[in-house]
């Protein structure tokens, strides 16, 4: 089930930058044509608003011709970009703005239809789509891996995460790794909820799925910008939310020096802190947390509510075109294939346990899989055991592959594998002529 910050029908915006040289014409929108989209009128000069719309699905768009505004790379969240793409974006004088009426009740599907007009107007231009409303740029590359499958958008796509430390003297490690001083969200305040911050991350600390899962708990209305006492992982320890304006309001000078308190750090936003301790003497002080300030335990395991497992594995199954050729060449380039399944627990039906398998081949409705987890309330399944297994059981999957983790939610891996397909199968080839032969 939606949480009521998704289940409503948000307008959403993006927009494409043109490449330095690439101009907007009607070929820009031939490709949105050809795919059933009705494109009413045309650009001439800066300002200029064409209509785009998809009678068969009830979705319409505002599509115009602008500028990039100014400093527009600032603050751009570009996993996927290079030093030399942004470079290039640097002289851009042209871009498309994209205004989408939410039809769904869906902003997970809604936005994945922006991304649907973003794609076909990036690739005439050469340029680079741009969701606005957490300010995160997506590649072609990106955007033909997402646009690949049906599966609505991931909670974790909302939001991008800006990770600061200052240059000048830089908090390293033992190995000399640089921890993050101030680690922050945007996109959730957007959606109707509020935006966090973590402060003094440790450079060993897993923070991605904690960040997730603070997300998704905020977005579902378990956490609000006061909360006190939350705890998202186990083992763990539990946290405070504090505004930002009562944060800087009573931390120690020290402490707020991580943060800025600006225009866009400021409203909708708190901070992560410890549990707030009475003093003898004036008011508690609110201290930055310290679950991130040091290595996350091998064992720590993040909660989800039943709805956003539900949300995450519904994600799961419909990117399955994503996974199904990674598993066929998996033993070919040395790949791990994994696959999450959920299990009715003996000591109660309703319930789930969830394990990791070793995934060996994907038929139409099946997985045949090997559990290399030892469940704990499961009594019919046994590490080690090879069998098949429905699909409408898969909650999760990973793609292990020299280049990271690839994921439903992370699909960068993925399209590094595509770029350096054939280094990959010499590598794993190379490797098999050295293993010993009996």
């Known amino acids: 089930m939606l949480p009521q910050t998704l289940n409503t029908n948000q307008r959403c915006y993006g927009t494409v930058v043109c490449q330095p040289g690439s101009s907007v014409s009607p070929e820009s929108f031939a490709q949105l044509s050809k795919r059933g989209w009705q494109v009413g009128g045309t650009f001439e000069q800066s300002g200029d608003v064409i209509s785009v719309k998809s009678g068969s699905r009830n979705i319409s768009a505002a599509v115009k011709l602008t500028e990039p505004t100014p400093h527009f790379l600032t603050g751009l969240h570009a996993p996927g970009l290079t030093g030399e793409d942004i470079r290039r974006l ?18 997970l599907r ?30 072609m590359d990106e955007l033909d891996e997402e646009l690949a499958h049906d599966a609505e958008l991931d909670i974790e796509q909302l939001y991008v995460v800006h990770g600061v430390y200052d240059d000048n003297a830089p908090r390293r490690n ?17 959606l109707g909820a509020f935006d966090f911050d973590i402060l003094r991350m ?7 799925e904690a960040f997730r899962a603070i997300a998704t708990m905020i977005l579902y209305g ?47 936003r708190s901070v992560v802190c410890e549990p707030v301790r009475k003093r003898l003497f004036g008011k508690p002080r609110p201290t930055p947390s310290k679950y991130f300030e040091s290595a996350t335990p091998d064992n720590s395991v993040v909660r989800y509510s039943k709805d956003a497992t539900g949300l995450a594995a519904k994600r799961a199954q419909d990117s399955l075109p994503s996974l199904r050729p ?19 627990t003996d000591s109660d039906p309703s319930a789930r346990e969830y394990l990791w398998f070793i995934a060996e081949k994907v038929t139409g409705s099946h997985i045949v899989a090997t559990l290399i987890n030892r469940p704990y309330d499961v009594g019919h399944l046994a590490e080690g ?54």
């Open 90 to 107: 640097e002289g851009a004088t042209s871009a498309v703005a994209v205004a989408l009426d939410g039809q769904s009740n869906n902003v």
């Open 110 to 139: 809604d936005r994945k239809t922006l991304l649907e007009i973003l794609r076909d107007v990036a690739a005439s231009v050469s340029g680079v789509a741009i969701d606005d409303a957490c300010h995160r740029a997506w590649t």
């Open 174 to 190: 033992a190995d000399g790794r640089v921890g993050v001083d101030w680690a922050h969200t945007h996109g959730l305040a957007e």
């Open 202 to 208: 440790h450079p060993d600390c897993q923070s991605g």
């Open 222 to 268: 378990e956490i609000a910008p006061d909360s006190k006492g939350v705890t998202f992982a186990h083992p763990g320890r539990p946290v405070d939310f504090v505004p930002a304006v009562d944060f800087h309001a009573g931390a120690k000078p020290a402490d707020a020096a991580f943060r800025h308190l600006d225009e866009f750090h400021t409203e909708n």
């Open 326 to 344: 990674w598993v066929e060449l998996s033993e070919e380039l040395g790949l791990g294939c994994l696959v999450k399944l959920g299990y009715e």
């Open 385 to 438: 055991q090879r069998g098949e297994h429905d699909l409408e059981r898969l909650a999760d999957w990973t793609v292990i592959t020299p280049f990271g983790h690839g994921s439903p939610r992370s699909p960068g891996p993925l399209i590094l594998c595509k770029r350096h397909i054939d280094e990959l199968r010499s590598a794993a080839s190379e490797a098999a002529a050295d293993q010993p032969h009996n």
